[in-house]
């Protein structure tokens, strides 16, 4: 995969990203905007305290058409659609935690099956055609999750894209009707509309800037700045665990292929090589190196069912497009570290992120480099962008 190709794809392409004011929101509309992209925004206030999207430098600074509302606001939505009229489309909006799901069922199936039929509703609306030809939106990618599976907690094999839809949780479940909502639209209204239409079925992403709760890595930093021991719920749970960077470049990437090439639409699995599919325990190890001082112990609280063991098989993701993973668990678990330690500034006073010469490493990055300039503000946005560019000089050598 060509990273500076999809980098310059999205150079002035207006692109609406729902959900863009939560964690792997933030990070999407961090790379549009390196890459020079017209972003629109559509999400409710951002969900945490702290959130990415305030530390970043995203909220109230101009370079996005921030749009609050509810993913379930039909109408709202569709005015936004209306006035921005977007070429690509990236749904992330969603109620995005298990044991949420099961305080909140009706909301959780409200916001995740209902606010995609809303979004596929304003996808399939926006087509028309023009004295210049085809306007409206040509890609859309609709963002699931690996949890979309009926889990029998197998262990030979990861699950592939033809296995049947039939998530165990509230969330895992509204998870495999909106991928039902998606192949309902796709061979009711947009087979033959000019509009391309994927679905992206992600594993457990992990990174800088993440504040949700119930979740492990947010857990670990939680615990570490506080200067407590981790506590680890199910130490010998299997996940396919990844940067939140590389479902946000195969999500473009895909997005990028199929408004070139409709063909090339479909449901994908998106995850890590089966040797970083870790434990909850191992991942908390690699944790613990990196971040010296701190210990985990194994707590359970009775809390409701969890997988115990899932994993992916991303061969057609792989083999349709050529992409390998570019950062491995531990490099992973080292730049969300990297993040984390400058939202206590005793511990890494006046660092800032990174020191590699990116635009040293290859002249196709320059472009990028000046955007962030541009998008300078603060250490952990300019570590945001460092990153950035980091994996894209990685994914270069691979």
């Not at 890459?35 to 559509?42: D, H, Q, R, S």
């Not at 504040?211 to 680890?232: G, H, M, Q, T």
Request: net charge negative.
């Amino acid at each position: 995969m060509d990273y500076r190709k999809l980098m310059e794809f999205y150079k002035d392409k207006r692109v609406l990203v729902t959900g863009h004011t939560g964690f792997k929101g933030s990070w999407m509309c961090r790379v549009l905007l390196l890459a020079g992209a017209e972003v629109c925004g559509y999400a409710l206030e951002p969900p945490t305290e702290p959130s990415l999207f305030e530390l970043a430098g995203l909220e109230g600074d101009g370079k996005i058409k921030s749009f609050i509302g509810d993913i379930r606001d039909y109408g709202k939505l569709k005015e936004v659609f209306d006035e921005f009229n977007p070429e690509v489309v990236l749904h992330l909006a969603a109620q995005p935690i298990v044991r949420e799901s099961y305080k909140n069922p009706r909301y959780t199936f409200e916001t995740n099956v209902m606010g995609t039929v809303n979004v596929c509703e304003c996808v399939r609306l926006s087509k028309s055609a023009g004295a210049d030809g085809y306007e409206g939106v040509r890609s859309f990618v609709n963002v699931t999750t690996d949890k979309v599976y009926d889990n029998k907690e197998r262990s030979e094999g990861g699950y592939r894209e033809e296995e049947p839809l039939d998530g165990y949780d509230p969330y895992s479940n509204s998870k495999s009707c909106s991928e039902l909502v998606t192949h309902s639209y796709v061979r009711s209204f947009l087979a033959d509309s000019g509009i391309a239409v994927s679905t992206a079925r992600a594993g457990n992403v992990i990174g800088g800037g993440d504040f949700a709760v119930d979740r492990i890595i947010p857990d670990c930093v939680r615990a570490a700045l506080e200067k407590r021991e981790i506590v680890v719920r199910n130490p010998y749970s299997v996940r396919p665990y990844q940067h939140v960077l590389e479902p946000v470049f195969v999500y473009l990437m895909i997005a990028m292929e199929q408004y070139v090439n409709r063909e090339l639409s479909g449901w994908y699995n998106v995850g890590p090589d089966d040797t970083d599919c870790v434990t909850t325990g191992e991942l908390v190890n690699i944790f613990t190196d990196c971040w010296k001082g701190t210990k985990w112990q194994v707590k359970g609280d009775g809390g409701p069912h969890e997988a115990g063991f899932l994993k992916l098989n991303c061969d057609k993701l792989k083999d349709t497009f050529s992409w390998k993973p570019v950062w491995n668990i531990r490099t992973a678990v080292q730049k969300t570290v990297e993040f984390s330690m400058l939202l206590d500034s005793t511990l890494l006073e006046g660092m800032h992120c990174g020191n590699r010469k990116i635009a040293d490493e290859t002249e196709a990055l320059t472009g990028i480099e000046q955007e962030a300039k541009a998008l300078s503000g603060n250490n952990l946005s300019d570590c945001i962008n460092r990153q950035i560019m980091e994996y894209i000089a990685d994914a270069d050598r691979i």
